[in-house]
């Protein structure tokens, strides 16, 4: 036990394990998603803003906590993070960043400034990531009105029986 603790104590004074020269946020998106995939939304928020204080030029990391606060419905934090983000006018990221700041718009109840966005993705040489693009129809889709794909669904059912119907019931006291 006691080698152990020095070995940790030793690894934790080598200066490039101890603070790496840039930081980055992988880290904490991976602990992030981690709290998320236990669905303990708070602290990965919590974990998201810390990373920004150190990092506030991660728009991957910044992206992220816009997103949980706008499903969150904490509208003005959203807006107070997407406002302060600086990122430049192409790529993917960029298109990230409009269509966050395009479906905050749209829950704004501001369509006309929502469309505007899109309008103004749509028209440039439109690069997304792969998984924003079902965001970017979606938004779509809702603003024109068009509903797009027919409804569909898929019901899945289950029989069975048991010899002993009051084993699980609760009992009357």
């Known amino acids: 036990m006691r080698l152990a603790a020095a070995l940790l104590t030793a690894l934790l004074a080598c200066p ?6 840039e930081p980055t946020g992988d880290a904490d998106r991976e602990r992030a998603l981690a709290y998320l995939e236990e669905g303990n939304r708070l602290w990965a928020i919590k974990t998201l803003l810390e990373a ?4 506030p030029n991660d ?6 906590a816009v997103w949980l606060r706008l499903q969150d419905g904490d509208l003005d934090r959203a807006r107070h993070l997407l406002d302060t983000a600086t990122v430049p006018a192409d790529g993917p990221m960029y298109g990230r960043v409009l269509l966050l700041d395009a479906a905050l718009a749209r ?5 006309e400034d929502a ?12 690069t997304l990531f792969a998984e924003d693009q079902q965001l ?17 669904g898929r019901v899945l059912l289950g ?12 009992q009357d006291i």
């Open 136 to 152: 970017f129809d979606d938004l779509r889709r809702d603003l024109t009105g068009n509903p797009g794909h027919p409804l569909s």
């Open 16 to 21: 490039a394990i101890a603070a790496p020269a």
């Open 159 to 170: 029989g069975g029986y048991t010899s002993n119907a009051s084993q699980s019931a609760p």
């Open 59 to 64: 728009m991957q990391t910044r992206t992220w």
């Open 115 to 126: 469309a505007a966005i899109l309008e103004e993705l749509g028209d440039r040489d439109r």
């Open 107 to 111: 829950v704004s109840d501001r369509p």
């Open 52 to 55: 920004l204080e150190q990092t």
